[in-house]
């Protein structure tokens, strides 16, 4: 069992950043950030695992950075100059080294003016 919590979610205006964090209760091989926006699906956004490869889905990349810390227990994931269409629930998933993914409970993350 992994425990996975999110935390960094808020309000910010149009073009501002915030920073997500997502913390593990132990290491992990890969974790991935997801979004769901309301009465969308949930699509993954950006990936990274123990070898720091990264994954970003086109919608984010050039604006989004994931990383991992060195004890693979937390992720983080930058995002500059964020817009509307980027308000949604965060999640944060996590797959240990027997392939079993743990997911958190979610942070959100809205952008208005």
């Known amino acids: 069992q992994v425990n996975v919590v999110e935390s960094g979610g808020g309000l910010v205006q149009p073009g501002e950043s915030l920073i997500l964090a997502c913390a593990t209760s132990?290491?992990?091989?890969?974790m991935a950030w997801y979004r769901q926006a309301p009465g969308k699906q949930r699509e993954m956004i950006a990936a990274?695992?123990?070898?720091?490869?990264?994954d970003y889905a086109d919608s984010v990349k050039g604006r989004f950075t994931i990383s991992m810390d060195s004890d693979q227990n937390t992720m983080y994931l930058q995002m500059n100059s964020l817009k509307p269409e980027d308000t949604a629930v965060y999640y944060c998933?996590?797959?240990?080294?027997?392939?079993?993914?743990?997911w958190g409970q979610g942070t959100q993350v809205t952008v208005s003016s």
């Open positions: 132990r290491s992990v091989f890969a």
């Open positions: 998933w996590a797959q240990n080294h027997l392939g079993i993914g743990f």
């Open positions: 990274i695992n123990t070898e720091r490869r990264t």
